[in-house]
């Protein structure tokens, strides 16, 4: 039973052909049905919510769900999917280094023109355009995104081709 975890369940549904409707129960064995004009809406299908106690906690965590799927729905031929929050590291290029070094640049042309002596040779730093690219920092951050993970991918015997 959902109670021995939550205080609280929560379940949206929705059939193809009818509204949405929400059933909301907090064990006390009463419970309330009403259309769900506040959630979002799911096309069809069902949405469990369980309000976890306190003390039950550890249910929340990504690998003990999967591992309750598995055990207990394996065969189901509907899928169940799990939002999981999920990391990839993406590069990003530095460009407020970039901007740094051409405004150290400009002004080093700005004091060149201003107060540079006629009688001194000037040193020029020619650099081509690939070697700029190349000297462009890239860093790598971790980007958090949150997937839809479909738990239960094999179908059951019965399910399958011949």
């Known amino acids: ?27 006390g064995g009463s419970f309330s049905i009403k259309p769900d004009v506040e959630g979002d809406p799911l096309g069809r ?4 919510i369980l309000h976890l ?3 039950q906690l550890e249910y929340s965590e990504e690998k003990r769900i999967k591992d309750i799927v598995k055990k207990h729905s394996q065969f189901i031929g ?25 405004k150290k ?19 020029e730093d020619v650099e081509d355009s690939e070697e700029k690219k190349d000297k462009k920092k890239k860093k790598k951050i971790k980007e958090k995104y949150v997937e839809d993970e479909e738990l239960i991918k094999t179908k059951p015997i019965w399910m399958r081709n011949p």
């Open 105 to 123: 640049e400009d002004d080093e042309k700005k004091e060149e023109k201003e107060g540079g002596d006629e009688d001194e040779p000037k040193v």
């Open 1 to 27: 039973s959902a109670y021995l975890i939550a205080d609280k369940v929560t379940v949206h549904s929705k059939h193809n052909d009818d509204e949405q409707y929400v059933w909301e129960s907090s064990a």
């Open 45 to 48: 299908g069902t949405k469990i």
């Open 53 to 55: 106690k306190e003390d």
């Open 78 to 102: 509907y899928p169940i999917k799990l939002l999981v929050q999920k990391e990839r590291e993406k590069e990003v290029s530095d460009d407020e280094e970039d901007k740094e070094e051409d």
